[in-house]
C-alpha cells in the first residue's frame, strides 16, 4: 500500500527560472497538501497537465525528493527513515531514467538483478518471461543504442521489474511509444495489477486513464482536485467522459484561484 499523508514540495526559484515560468513569486509549490491511498490489485492513475505535480508527487514516493511537509509510506515503510526497505518494494520508471546505451539490455537486466540482490537461476528465469513477453530475445545481445525507441522502452521496462517488486511506479508510460508498444505496455500493467501488484501511473492521456485506472487522483497546480473512481468522478462533474470532466475541474480551479 501507498499512503500519501499532506505530502508538501516545495521549490525555491531562481531568477531565471521565474523569468522561465513567468512568475514573481520566489517558490514554487509543486505538490500542495497531497493525501492519497492507493492499494495492491489496483491501478491509481495520477491525471494533469504537464507541470501539475504527478512527477513530483511520485519522486517523493520512489524516495528521490523529500517532501518539504508530510509523509508518504510504501509497503508500511516510512520513505524518509527506511528508505532502502522503500526501494527494495518498488521499481521506478521514468522517461528520463535510460539505460547505459554502450550495454545489451541482457547485461543490463544481469546487472541490475546481482544489485537486487536476486540470484543467477532467478535472473534468468526472470529474463526469459519478460524478453519474450516483449519481444526483446532476438535482440537481447545488440547495444541499446541499436535498438528502436520502443525496444528502448521495452528494455527499460523489463530492467525495472527484474526484482519482481511489489510496487509498479511508471511516470508517463506509454509517453512518446508507437500505438504497438504502448499497448504492450498498457497490457503488462493489467497484467501487473491482477498478480495483485499495486501499480501507479502518471499521464495526461485521458483515454488511457479510463481504460487502465481503478482509480484516479486529478491534479491541477500541484493540488488534488478530485480522487474516485472514472464513474465516480463522472458523477460527480456531471460530465460525459473523462476529458469533459478534466476541463471542468480545470475551469474550476482556476476561477477560484483568481
Do not use: W
Not at 5 to 15: D, G, I, M, R
Not at 16 to 30: D, P, V
Not at 61 to 89: F, H, M, W
Not at 122 to 140: P, Q
Amino acid at each position: 500500500m501507498i499512503e500519501i499523508k499532506n505530502l508538501t514540495k516545495v521549490y525555491k526559484l531562481s531568477k531565471k527560472k521565474m523569468q522561465e515560468l513567468k512568475t514573481k513569486e520566489t517558490i514554487k509549490r509543486a505538490a500542495d497538501n497531497i493525501s492519497l491511498t492507493a492499494r495492491p490489485g489496483e491501478i491509481y492513475g495520477l491525471l494533469g497537465p504537464n507541470g501539475a505535480g504527478k512527477t513530483t508527487t511520485l519522486r517523493c514516493v520512489a524516495t528521490l525528493l523529500k517532501p518539504s511537509e508530510g509523509s508518504v509510506s510504501v509497503c508500511g515503510y516510512d520513505t524518509i527513515t527506511q528508505g532502502e526497505e522503500v526501494r527494495k518494494n518498488i521499481c521506478l520508471l521514468t522517461n528520463e531514467i535510460k539505460l547505459d546505451p554502450h550495454f545489451s539490455p541482457k547485461y543490463m537486466f544481469q546487472f541490475f538483478g546481482k544489485l537486487h540482490g536476486v540470484d543467477d537461476e532467478t535472473i534468468e528465469k526472470r529474463r526469459k518471461e519478460l524478453f519474450d513477453y516483449f519481444g526483446i530475445s532476438e535482440f537481447e545481445n545488440k547495444k541499446i543504442e541499436e535498438l528502436s525507441t520502443g525496444m528502448k522502452q521495452k528494455a527499460s521496462i523489463a530492467v525495472s521489474l527484474v526484482h519482481d517488486p511489489k510496487v509498479v511506479i511508471f511516470d508517463e508510460p506509454t509517453s512518446g511509444l508507437d500505438i504497438i508498444t504502448a499497448r504492450n505496455v498498457t497490457d503488462l500493467l493489467l497484467k501487473l495489477r491482477d498478480e495483485g501488484k499495486l501499480v501507479i501511473i502518471s499521464t495526461h492521456i485521458m483515454s488511457e486513464a479510463e481504460k487502465l485506472c481503478d482509480r484516479i487522483g486529478v491534479i491541477i497546480d500541484g493540488k488534488k482536485v478530485i480522487e474516485g473512481t472514472l464513474n465516480e468522478i463522472l458523477e460527480a462533474t456531471q460530465a460525459k467522459d473523462l476529458e469533459d470532466a478534466f476541463f471542468d475541474l480545470y475551469k474550476e480551479h482556476h476561477k477560484e484561484e483568481k
